[in-house]
């Protein structure tokens, strides 16, 4: 897996475990914390290039009160970034000359 790749995923990483501790700690109130986490879901969305409705699934179950303390978001990054490192193993590689 390519240096980009693993960046990309870093940089959502991070993204991710700042807003699930946001929610865990309840620094801001349902509102915002409703906006953070569509702006999280659009922000993944961007960044791998792709319009996943598990993402906005993922963000409407995290609405729920009680259900918002599961690190939903750095579940859904790590889960995404061991896929993508399984599928680039089992891709076969040809070198042209």
Known sequence: MSSQVERKYLILLSL???NDAIDLLGLLNQLLET???VFTA???CIVLNELNPWVF???AI???PGIDITPFW???IL???VIEKIQGRSRLRIRVE
């Open 42 to 44: 659009a922000l993944i």
């Open 57 to 59: 699934i993922l963000a």
């Open 62 to 64: 995290d609405l729920v």
């Open 74 to 76: 750095t579940i859904y």
């Open 16 to 18: 991710a475990i700042i």
């Open 79 to 81: 889960y995404r970034y």
């Open 35 to 37: 906006i953070l986490d």
